[in-house]
């Protein structure tokens, strides 16, 4: 029988890991952000802190993918950490939400952003153009993990050129930028609007910070994975902070809050992203077909991440006995999961024509950060339970950052079930389905 071939580099590693994290997020959530907070400065905050919890979480993500470098990620960890149903209930939410949900969000993004430049009614519209896009790089992904490896590489490449490129140039060329920028407020706003705002705007950076996690999954086919898993999470951690930082610094350099304030969202669906108002400062008015392009490109990108990341979660419950047996075959030739892919390919589909960009996201964010918590409190149970186990990487700031990042995480989804109780119940519901049918192929796999 085949298994998974460790063909993973270091560099296709931390390529991952920035690659499934800057999608749309960073091009379009500070405008909503801003909404909710009123004040340059308290977006910039939220900005820190959802990157700091990030990194935090992505440190313990770390000492545990040394220990258990094995296909599935949270999963296995989970597995090892409080058992099957905990980890069977996170791959239930990853094969119908988790990995779906940001396949589908981020294909759906980035046809949006190209019915702008081209008109997609040719091949039925930005819904079809979706399901094709997520279609091919599903196929794509079934040749090697090794050449899906080089193509995330390729793309994260291109991308942080273009965002770097785009940042530096507001910098260097726009005109009538000011400082004073930060200092603006929206009409009506005197100070801090309160911890409940400050909690949904954090969600909002978290979507753009989501998928840093997702090496966790291929550490099965990540070449000396003790070392490079860890170095990996925090090279490409510190990497995304710091272009997370100098771009949204950007925009409030170049753009006056009010401007900021009516980009694209919820409320202003029609009006061009922040990213875009502030490239055009530069360049002009082709700013708006370079920034689409660059929309385009990031969220595919991103999607390839996710792609290749996902599939081996319900790869490793089929392995385990736990799922549908034919997701746990590995194909002879390109020594991937190819079934796995597939069917993922086709739930991705499912969700892309089924919801809008933001209800896909909101979905993601909060189901992902309840086993998020959870997987960082396996670092303490092994800890406990394991003290003698090998650790080449031992979580840095242990206990206090890591038990700072379950305390946050908490109250953030707290807070989310205050804010948005329609979505979290949705998440909520679609990871307690999975119950019965624990039991169903426990009993069967028995």
């Given amino acids: 029988m085949s298994k998974l071939l460790r063909g993973l580099t270091l560099t296709d590693s931390i390529s991952i890991v920035i690659g499934t994290i800057i999608g749309t997020g960073v091009f379009l959530k500070t405008a909503t952000m801003a909404q909710t907070l009123g004040s340059p400065l308290w977006v910039l905050a939220a900005w820190v802190v959802g990157g700091a919890l990030s ?3 992505a440190l313990a993500y770390a000492e545990l993918g040394s220990i258990m470098p094995d296909a599935g990620g949270e999963y296995v960890y989970l597995k090892e950490g409080y058992g099957d149903i905990w980890a069977f209930l996170y791959g239930w939410m990853r094969f119908w939400i988790g990995s779906p949900g940001s396949i ?3 294909a759906v993004g980035a046809m949006t952003f190209a ?3 081209i008109d997609l009614s040719f091949i039925g519209g930005k819904e079809v153009a979706a399901v094709l896009v997520i279609t091919l790089f599903s196929v794509l992904n079934c040749f090697s993990v090794a050449f899906g490896g080089k193509l995330n590489s390729f793309m994260t490449g291109l991308k942080l050129i273009m965002i770097i490129g785009i940042t530096v140039g507001i910098f260097l060329f726009s005109k009538e930028v000011s400082w004073s920028h930060l200092y603006e407020k929206a009409e009506g706003v005197e100070g801090f609007v309160g911890w409940s705002a400050f909690g949904t705007a954090i969600l909002a950076a978290l979507w753009a910070y989501d998928g840093w996690n997702n090496l966790s999954m291929v ?4 070449k000396n994975p003790q070392k490079n898993i860890p170095l990996s999470f925090g090279i490409g951690l510190l990497i995304i902070l ?8 950007a925009y409030f ?3 006056p809050f009010s401007e900021v304030l009516n980009s694209n969202s919820s409320d202003f669906p029609d009006a061009l992203p922040v990213a875009t108002k502030a490239a055009m400062t530069f360049l002009g008015s082709s700013g708006v077909g370079i ?3 660059a929309f385009v490109f990031s969220a595919l990108g991103a999607m390839n991440g996710s792609i290749m990341t996902g599939a081996r979660v319900p790869y490793a419950m089929a392995s385990d006995g736990l799922f549908f047996k034919q997701l746990g075959n590995v194909s002879v030739k390109s020594q991937v999961p190819v079934a796995s892919i597939m069917v993922q390919a086709s739930v991705s589909i499912m969700l892309a024509l089924s919801g809008t960009f933001d209800q896909l996201t909101d979905y993601v964010v909060f189901s992902a950060w309840i086993f998020y918590a959870m997987v960082t409190g396996v670092v303490f149970r092994l800890r406990k339970t394991k003290p003698n186990l090998k650790r080449d990487y031992k979580t840095l700031g242990y206990p206090v950052l890591p038990a700072i990042f379950i305390i946050l995480g908490i109250l953030l989804l707290i807070n989310t079930v205050y804010t948005s109780p329609k979505s979290t119940l949705i998440g909520l519901g679609f990871i307690l389905s999975g119950v019965p049918v624990f039991y169903y192929f426990k009993k069967t796999k028995a």
């Fill in 55 to 57: 990194l935090t979480g």
């Fill in 104 to 106: 589908a969000a981020y």
């Fill in 115 to 117: 019915s702008g430049m």
């Fill in 219 to 222: 550490a099965g086919e990540i």
């Fill in 242 to 249: 710091g272009i997370y930082g100098l771009t949204n610094l």
């Fill in 253 to 255: 350099y170049a753009l």
């Fill in 291 to 293: 920034l689409s392009a």
